[in-house]
């Protein structure tokens, strides 16, 4: 995921506005700053402007400590860089987690800087009793530019994988009485040199696409999409380049738990696996936690490891989406639709 940039209104980033103006994207080197200038206190009162309706069924809970073991796994595979032995691992984890579902594989060979690397992306989906799709999502990958050191990704990429496989595990043999809920897992999300919009978010760019392309894009009514969210200190940022009116539904899915300050007290625009989606004009909200250690100092290096994470920050974030879910089906004659979501320009 990359920072749009802009200037900090936080006096303790003040040393690093030597970075405003710039576009930074994931770091191609593990001693690389951080792109915490464009962080900024969130609205006071992030309270969305719509009265929600009361969702009707029991709440949903993910096993967070079931979850913790889904990560665990994955990051014992290793780098899950495009064309190593640890992305055929990945897909082959993935396949075996998800046989009992309606499980499709997205492969296709993505233009790269590195010339072509084959990715693939999953897609298991299950079925509800209402006209309508909404979409979870998590990239799988580890940056190709670290393919030559041990980095394993426990938090940027395992922790919010490990995450869908849990709520695979509650959506499983369920008669969803709502929208379909289709789980994405998307590879190439990683820049393979630097970031910019042609080398980035590829397994996303591609979906969208044929997604577009296909028809399915029209049925989506909303995007979740969740990054780095396993984090012990967990604090998910507002993001700007989101659907306001979805952020807003995601707070009020998070305050009916009780879990609202851990949800947009900081705010900024996150470039990620959402945005080719909201270029199409389907509904997005990012949940991603991008202050992982001091001054982001795990982030992108060999520190992001399963110790710096938490069974009750993957609780907090998975009972969230599923409660998100809920409120989505409750409330669908109140949200705007497709055609009234403003895209992000291209």
Not at 218 to 227: E, P, S, T
Request: charged share 20%.
């Amino acid at each position: 995921m990359v920072l749009n940039t802009r200037i900090c209104l936080w006096a303790a980033a003040c040393m690093l506005l030597c970075f405003a103006g710039c576009e930074r994207g994931k770091s191609v080197s593990a001693a690389a700053s951080p792109s915490s200038s464009s962080v900024r206190p969130a609205p006071n009162s992030p309270v969305p402007q719509m009265q929600f309706s009361e969702p009707k069924g029991p709440a949903l809970h993910i096993n967070a400590e079931r979850a913790m073991q889904y990560v665990k796994d994955i990051v014992t595979i290793g780098p899950r860089w495009p064309g190593s032995k640890g992305q055929d691992k990945t897909a082959a984890y993935l396949r075996s987690k998800l046989k009992s579902d309606s499980l499709i594989e997205d492969a296709f060979e993505a233009d790269t800087p590195a010339g072509k690397l084959p990715m693939r992306n999953f897609i298991a989906k299950f079925p509800g009793t209402k006209d309508g799709i909404i979409v979870l999502a998590s990239h799988i990958d580890t940056p190709y530019p670290f393919r030559n050191t041990t980095f394993a990704g426990a938090n940027d990429g395992a922790s919010s994988t490990g995450l869908l496989l849990a709520i695979a595990d509650q959506l499983r043999g369920k008669k969803l009485e709502g929208y379909s809920v289709w789980l994405a897992f998307l590879d190439g999300e990683e820049a393979v040199e630097h970031w910019t919009a042609t080398d980035s978010v590829y397994g996303s760019r591609h979906l969208a696409a044929k997604w577009q392309q296909d028809g399915a894009t029209g049925k989506i009514k909303a995007f979740l999409l969740a990054d780095m969210i396993g984090d012990a200190d967990l604090d998910i940022l507002r993001d700007d380049s989101s659907t306001a009116w979805l952020e807003d539904m995601v707070f009020e899915a998070a305050k009916r738990l009780g879990y609202q300050s851990h949800f947009f007290v900081q705010e900024t625009g996150i470039g990620d696996d959402h945005i080719p989606f909201a270029r199409t004009g389907v509904p997005v909200a990012d949940l991603i936690d991008f202050n992982y250690g001091y001054n982001n100092s795990y982030w992108h290096n060999t520190q992001d490891t399963i110790d710096k994470l938490s069974p009750r920050s993957l609780q907090i974030t998975g009972d969230v989406i599923l409660e998100t879910l809920r409120l989505l089906n409750a409330n669908a004659d109140k949200v705007p639709s497709q055609a009234q979501t403003p895209r992000v320009p291209s």
